[in-house]
């Protein structure tokens, strides 16, 4: 059903007429007389023409109406948005090594013709070095010199494949290992910035963690001094990526870290060059899922493709000065408020050292030379003033760019200098009389101040300002290799860099974020409709699917669903569950009127959710972090009166004894071992089950089953003597039966063989 109905004005009352008089002899076949002089036909003119009246009322709605509307359900269009990129750094010959380039540097690409403006989004150490080797490897390989429990990832990630930094089933001691080729002899102690790239997949949590930090694994930082490993003491670590998602991990490497051979001999699977290494040892804890990985750089950062809004400003000799740049590095910073006259003439200038709570905007000044004399100043700031007010309700500024998320800041200042924030409002329609509020019309460019009763006029005399950033439309889609870059090559490019100016060389890495044109209402109406109807749209996908619960559909069908907003239903809360924030799940299964300490009784209003993650392999098991993350996910999402539990299953081991009888030819130990891995695949958590999507919660394992899969071997003409036994207990000749909450897993499988007499 669409948010807002069709337009049907096209239809006139007469039209309704002609259709209504044209269904009475089927509705009232004994209504003969259909003159205009009959009370029934003047009823049905009546009611035809309120029709009319109340769709062309329905349909004559504005699009700020719809905007309205919108915003009452909580969706408001979305900004602009630039996409973000890694850009790797370097310097050329000539160039001073170590070197932090520091945010705020401005970049040029030339896009489809058009410029396209990059910004650096935090300071980069460049520190010359290349990554030369990346390895994984188990907790006993350093003990044997790296001869033995290590691979070699290298040519994986040349080539574009996704690797698992610690092994396909990560345990404490599990590390991952990164070779850097440096510059010179040795890597300079100082700051290093690496960036360890996610692959995607069914394994990337869908909703981005609120931090870095794992609710279970922990990891430290390590690095080869030639004879032993030095731990990097964690004050000195910021990994935005704790190795399982996309981030920068930024080291402060506390001592010189020379080229040396890994291990005793440095003859073992990562035997070559000698090379600077590090190390991100696996402590404590367990992820959810194996992290993968797709890339490792060093000496990146991110850069979005916008630039600040800036502008310099002559400051008269006549003006009021007061102030100056607080000094800084490698721009000075100022709370900076600006005064111009009804002519646009600054006639004040007031620079204040940035506090905690800043009463004016906080800007970066690029250039300051104040006036003196009869000689006039300028300033260089990223700031831009809109204009001075003149008083009139609806009052309207224009910025000299379209804005982009975020959306810019706008100040307020008074004729004497001091500054008020005016806070941006969806629609001036929220704000109070005496609220300092502007609202974004829908070309992102014209701000709209208040008339008095939405909102507050500005008296005559203030300025507006504005700081934020701009993107052009160049910026607002993927950015992909190869793009040239190059540094502006300006007065703040020269302040930034110092004696690197001119020596930085700029390479475009990978996209990460790609960016997206400002939210039309058509979209908007179409996302709000998508969340107020993603009930009906997981009925609607497992009514297809003919399944009862998520549980029984593919993964990767019941990622592409939309995730509720609230828990009302079983599907619901299972969709919930498996978007829990920082987590990786594999599976989750909602049991209504089910208590887990209340086995086989129906417990009203109660819900226990059963997840499964991807590890440990053999008998996957939550830990009590994602217990916690995932019940507290839940919890704020539920429906008032319900009560949640959320548990890990409780494994049944399941034994098999059975006699296979083969064909003639068949080689007897080689299809014992074949049955036995297929029987463990089939009674396993994640992989079992008929589908091959991990074997239903609660579903009786049957003998029929187990005969069959064994028929199926490759060499197997039957299977005799099956017996099923629930371990420790004795085997029978009976199926095994489990509770909801229970998931089977393989536990002691004896299969004999005996020659058969029928060919195959």
């Known amino acids: 059903m669409p948010l807002f109905p069709p337009r049907l004005d096209t239809l006139r009352w007469d039209d309704l007429v002609r259709q209504g008089r044209a269904q009475l002899p089927l509705v009232a076949p004994d209504w003969t007389d259909q003159n205009a002089s009959d009370p029934g036909i003047a009823i049905l003119e009546l009611l035809s023409w309120l029709t009319e009246a109340e769709s062309y009322r329905t349909s004559a709605i504005t699009d700020r ?36 380039v520091p945010r705020g540097l401005e970049i040029i690409g030339v896009r489809e013709g058009e410029n396209l403006p990059l910004t ?3 300071d980069v150490a460049v520190s010359g070095a290349t990554v030369g080797a990346v390895a994984s490897a188990t907790a006993s390989a350093d003990a044997e010199g790296y001869r033995t429990g290590c691979a070699d990832l290298t040519s994986a990630l040349a080539a574009g494949q996704a690797v698992e ?143 600040p809004y800036s502008s310099t400003l002559p400051v008269p000799a006549a003006a009021t000065v007061l102030g100056t740049p607080t000094p800084g590095s490698p721009l000075d910073e100022a709370a900076l408020s600006v005064v111009v006259s009804p002519e646009g003439t600054l006639t004040l200038l007031r620079m204040d050292p940035p506090t905690g709570v800043p009463s004016a905007p906080v800007v970066a000044v ?27 309700p609806d009052e309207t500024f224009t910025l000299p760019h379209r804005a982009c998320q975020p959306l810019p800041e706008l100040w307020a200042v008074a004729p004497d200098g001091s500054s008020q924030p005016i806070r941006i409002l969806p629609d001036l329609g929220a704000a109070a009389p005496g609220d300092l509020a502007a609202q974004l019309d829908h070309d992102a460019a014209t701000i709209r101040l208040g008339n008095g009763r939405t909102g507050r006029t500005l008296a005559p005399g203030w300025t507006v300002l504005a700081i934020g950033r701009y993107a052009v439309a160049a910026g607002l889609g993927n950015i992909r290799p190869p793009l040239p870059l190059t540094v502006r090559n300006d007065d703040r490019t020269r302040r930034l860099l110092d004696a690197n100016a001119t020596k930085i060389r700029v390479e475009l890495i990978d996209g990460l974020h790609a960016g997206s044109q400002a939210e039309a209402t058509v979209e908007v109406a179409a996302r709000a409709q998508r969340a107020l109807w993603v009930h009906d749209r997981l009925t609607q996908a497992l009514h297809r699917a003919g399944a009862t619960n998520l549980d029984e559909l593919p993964l990767s069908v019941v990622r592409r669903l939309d995730v509720p907003e609230r828990g009302v239903t079983g599907p619901d809360l299972e969709r919930l569950a498996l978007a829990t924030p920082g987590t990786v799940l594999w599976r989750a299964r909602a049991l209504t009127d089910v208590d887990p300490r209340l086995p086989g009784l129906r417990a009203d209003g109660c819900v226990t959710i059963v997840v499964v993650p991807h590890l440990p392999m053999a008998r996957p098991q939550p830990t009590r972090g994602l217990l916690a993350a995932v019940r507290a996910w839940l919890t704020a999402k539920r429906t008032l009166g319900t009560r949640l539990f959320v548990v890990g299953p409780d494994y049944v081991r399941v034994g098999v004894d059975a006699r296979l009888v083969l064909f003639p030819g068949a080689d007897g130990p080689q299809v014992a071992e074949a049955a036995s891995v297929a029987v463990r695949a089939f009674l396993h958590p994640v992989t079992g089950g008929s589908a091959g999507r991990g074997w239903p919660f609660g579903r009786t394992v049957r003998r029929t089953e187990v005969l069959q899969l064994l028929d199926s071997v490759a060499g197997v003409d039957h299977a005799e003597g099956l017996v099923l036994r629930r371990e420790p207990s004795a085997g029978s000749c009976d199926d095994v039966a489990i509770c909801p909450t229970q998931l089977v897993i393989a536990g002691a499988v004896n299969l004999s063989t005996e020659p058969g007499r029928r060919k195959p």
Not at 272 to 296: I, K, N, Q
Not at 369 to 392: F, N
């Open 165 to 307: 930094p610690f092994g396909p089933d990560p345990a404490p001691g599990d590390c991952l290992l990164v070779g850097l080729a440096p510059a010179s002899a040795a890597l300079p102690a100082g700051l290093l910035d690496l960036w360890l790239v996610s692959a995607p997949g069914l394994d990337v949590p869908e909703i981005p963690a609120s931090t870095a930090l794992h609710h279970s694994a922990r990891s430290v930082w390590e690095f080869w001094d030639g004879t032993a490993w030095i731990t990097v003491a964690a004050a000195s670590v910021s990994d935005d990526a704790a190795v399982r998602g996309s981030g920068r991990v930024r080291i402060m490497i506390p001592a010189l870290v020379p080229a040396a051979p890994l291990g005793d001999q440095g003859n073992g699977a990562l035997a070559g060059p000698s090379l600077c290494w590090l190390r991100c040892r696996l402590t404590e804890g367990m992820y959810d899922a194996a992290p993968r990985l797709r890339a490792v750089h060093v000496d990146v950062g991110i850069a979005v493709a916008a630039q």
């Open 366 to 392: 690029s250039g300051w030379i104040p006036p003196a004399g009869s000689a006039p100043g300028r300033l260089s700031a990223d700031i831009v003033v809109l204009g001075p007010a003149r008083g009139i």
């Open 65 to 100: 109406e719809r905007r309205l509307l919108l915003a009452l359900v909580g969706y408001s269009p979305r900004p602009a948005e630039p996409a973000t990129c890694l850009v790797r750094l370097s310097v050329t010959a000539g160039g001073v090594l170590p070197f932090t």
């Open 120 to 122: 650096l989004l935090d």
